[in-house]
């Protein structure tokens, strides 16, 4: 098959959270059988040489009243073909060293995007069979394909959405659309009906592929609830059938305690448990060592995440104080996109600067988050939704045993003792309210396992499971040929 993902992120190049590894994920696996490429906007923080880009296209378009000019690059990226998109620069969306601005202007830099990939696939004259999207950012394209340029629906046999978080909708104006001079009248797949006014959402616009896929079974459900829909209740019961589940997978070449260069005392899913717990043992003095922490065998609780409020940072600071009220030490490492909460995690890293249980580390720290994956025991996940979640399964993998709250994709990767029956399937602990007495009694729970036998069945479950995109990638396909037999 020729599949085409067009996205805003991918790993390494261009990441601002787990839809840049979905995508890298995804398109490594698939690769490995079919013919694969990955559509980006070339932003001005992608840095690859110019030996590395090679010119594939060259050709103008036409905005409202000016015409402006397209050049897209190609790249290898992991092993997959990557084309970049860039606009000339008068009107170059893309040249902010950031992915995202967080304004109202995103939805216009992705409009025009979406926009200019239409164009540059017409041009290109290839027969695609999966048109591959990825949340709010890509969505137009499935009006463009199947509304607006007849010459696409020709090419484009199929269009898939992945659905990664629907809780970001695309807010769009009517006038940034018809600033890419988009008919108007097809307009109805964006509106959504507020009872006093109307708005339209890029995303909806997306919710027409032939086949909508959420990044985990258990969202895949949620989003078919009022609580959850953000909206989009109705048209998603409507096309019921058209939306699938697939967990996500994990890169485990990236992810992998044995080869992780941060990962001073390596140790493998191979290994023994009591030497697993014995090169843990010396990776948790190695950090509290590098953070100035007294040296102590008591459990550590880490939280590692983007401190916004999807991941509940309120809590997360909660667990790390009571954790502190039982002997245990507690990290945080994470930022802030929001000034103010940015602001409430320097003043607790400057509260707790020397003390001898807690640290707060509002920074992005790749290398030191990796450290704390292998040094930790519990890796505390309160999100008050999660799509997927791909942070609980990096810590399994690293023998670190996850509490998190019983939602979405944690549902899917999470099994409790006090609930889940099968003995081959616990892994970690889960709050099936998220309040901080549930956060407390499932907290003190997990300390007196730990105290008990260090958690081992949950820890050795964790470590040994399958994580790879291998399986995910399989059931990504079922759907393609689904897809693709039905058009026949
Ligand atoms: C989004 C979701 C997260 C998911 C990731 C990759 O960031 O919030 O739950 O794991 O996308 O699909």
């Known amino acids: 098959m020729h599949i085409v993902h067009v996205a805003a992120e991918m790993a390494p190049i261009a990441k601002a959270g787990g839809l840049g590894d979905a995508v890298t994920g995804l398109t490594k696996e698939l690769q490995k059988h079919h013919q694969v490429s ?7 923080l992608i840095s690859l040489s110019p030996t590395q880009l090679t010119l594939d296209m060259e ?7 000016l015409s402006y000019n397209v050049r897209v690059f190609r790249a290898e990226v992991e092993g997959v073909f990557v084309y970049l998109v860039e606009t000339s620069p008068l009107i170059d969306h893309f040249y902010e060293k950031k992915i995202y601005l967080g304004t109202q202007r995103d939805s216009e830099r992705f409009i025009y995007f979406c926009k200019t990939v239409a164009e540059y696939l017409i041009r290109k004259n290839q027969v695609i069979d999966v048109l591959h999207l ?3 950012h890509t969505s137009l394209l499935v009006p463009l394909v199947k509304e607006v340029y007849l010459s696409l629906k020709v090419l484009v046999r199929s269009v898939v959405l992945t659905v990664h978080n629907l809780a970001y909708i695309g807010r769009c104006f009517l006038r940034e659309l018809e600033e890419i001079h988009y008919p108007l009248n097809h307009i109805e797949s964006f509106a959504c009906r507020g009872i006093f006014f109307k708005k339209y959402s890029l995303l909806r616009a997306g919710l027409f592929a032939d086949a909508i896929v959420a990044v985990s079974p258990g ?11 953000c909206g989009f209740l109705r048209l998603l019961e409507k096309r019921r059938d058209k939306v699938h589940g697939i967990l996500n997978g994990i890169d485990k070449d990236l992810w992998d305690p044995q080869k992780d260069p941060h990962v001073p005392f390596p140790f493998s899913p191979k290994q023994s448990l009591a030497e697993v717990f014995r090169a843990k043992n010396k990776d948790k003095e190695a950090l509290q060592k590098k953070l100035g922490l007294p040296l102590s065998h008591e459990p550590l609780v ?11 940072p309120k809590l997360m600071k909660e667990g790390l104080l009571l954790a502190k009220e039982a002997s245990c030490q507690g990290i945080l490492l994470g930022t802030s996109p929001l000034k103010k909460e940015q602001a409430v995690f320097e003043k607790l890293a400057d509260t707790y600067k020397g003390d001898s249980h807690l640290r707060f580390l509002p920074t992005f720290d790749e290398p030191l988050s990796r450290l704390l994956y292998a040094a930790a025991d519990f890796f505390l996940m309160p999100s008050s939704f999660e799509p997927c979640g791909l942070s609980q399964m990096i810590a399994m993998r690293y023998g670190t045993v996850p509490i998190v709250h019983h939602v979405g994709g944690l549902k899917d990767t999470v099994f409790d003792p006090r609930y889940e029956n099968a003995s081959h399937k616990v892994n970690g602990f889960s709050l099936h309210k998220l309040s901080t007495t549930e956060l407390k009694k499932t907290l003190s729970f997990a300390i007196a396992s730990w105290r008990k036998d260090r958690c081992a069945l949950l820890v050795s479950n964790g470590i040994q499971h399958d994580y790879s995109w291998k399986v995910p990638a399989e059931k990504y396909v079922q759907i393609y040929q689904k897809v693709l037999s039905s058009k026949k």
């Open 219 to 229: 969202y895949r459900e949620e989003m078919l609830t009022k609580r959850y829909a």
């Open 302 to 312: 880490i939280c590692v995440a983007r401190l916004v409020p999807q991941k509940s």
């Open 59 to 65: 050709f103008s378009c036409e905005k409202k009243r």
């Open 134 to 136: 990825h949340d709010w």
């Open 38 to 44: 990955v559509i980006l906007p070339k932003y001005s």
